[in-house]
């Protein structure tokens, strides 16, 4: 991040304390981006899109939260990361429920699935996407595979 070792931990005491750090920081962020990007006039699924968008194009852009996020397992053992990560999960949760399951009702998307599987598989997949991402070092464009990942996502849980 273009700065010495020292230099951070003289206002960090540990690696622990900077990744939640980071994480924090992500939710509070994601706070005020899905505020900004879910519309109570768009879509169900316009609204899926622009928050899903929303944060591809975050971590295009600071490609270092990945690193935090999708730790494979580096910090499993932090019961301070693990409920970072969970409060992360919640506010995706607080704004992508209200869309799915408004869009179940509309019919649009499918209802032999319950709302919170439909999550699930559709978080999971991107979750997938943005581990494997960072294990490549960021070396594929996020923003068009993210993309393509969402059109999947709605294509499976659409109704025909």
Known sequence: MKFSESAVYRHFSSKEEII????????ENMEQRFKVAANE???PEDNFKALFESQL???NQY???SVAVFSDGQFEESKK???SIAKIMQVKMKYLMPFV???QKEGDFTQSVTTEDL???VMGSIRLLMYKWRSSNFEFDIIRYGKNMIETNLTLIKNK
């Open 81 to 83: 990361i693990n409920q």
């Open 57 to 59: 194009s975050f971590f």
């Open 101 to 103: 399951l408004q869009g």
């Open 119 to 121: 999550i699930h598989v």
């Open 41 to 43: 006039n768009n879509s």
């Open 63 to 65: 490609p270092h939260f």
């Open 20 to 27: 939640v750090g980071m994480l924090n920081y992500l939710a």
